[in-house]
């Protein structure tokens, strides 16, 4: 059964770009439901007890009509919110470099294009959800958005960057404002583990 993923640093490190309240409900209790909810649902399907996440999303349409919606947003919201807590971290920002910064200026036309057309799929999202960066079934970089927890895995794309755009990640600092919590997202970036995921 699943548990609350440990936060790689404290609540208040992203201080003063994401707040440490926001951080400890969004975590403790937004992140902590999902988890809870998607016990439950498995508590009655032992068959699917022993598959990894990132597999239940990916067998998304194969499972029972009963479960696949309670699955999904469950599973996804777990899922999502586990990468996105690593995307962050207290010394990140800047610009990327390895791997991921050669491919996102070449297949970008330029960092700043990238972030721009990023922060557009971020602000453009209607209601909630993610704004992603992907590996498509191409083998292409690639912006994309999913609404509430949908995962980017059901349709074959290989999550490298997320962005949580539901209001429970910005409302109690920004309030209406998403524009600035985007904006002010960029300087937690965690490029380094975004990274790992490219050459993983």
Known sequence: MYELPKLPYPYDALEPYVDALTMEIHHTKHHQTYITKLNDVLKAHPELQE?????????LEDLPEGIKAPIGNNAGGHYNHTLFWQ???PKGGGEPDGKLGKMIKQEFDGFQNFKINFTQAALNRFGSGW?????NPRGVLEIISTPN??????????PILTLDVWEHAYYLKYQNRRQEYIDNWWNVVNWEFANSLLTA
């Open 149 to 158: 927890q949908g995962s980017p895995l059901k349709d074959g794309n290989i």
């Open 87 to 89: 995307m962050m971290d």
């Open 51 to 59: 598959k990894r996440l990132d597999e239940l999303l990916m067998l």
């Open 131 to 135: 704004a992603w960066l992907v590996v």
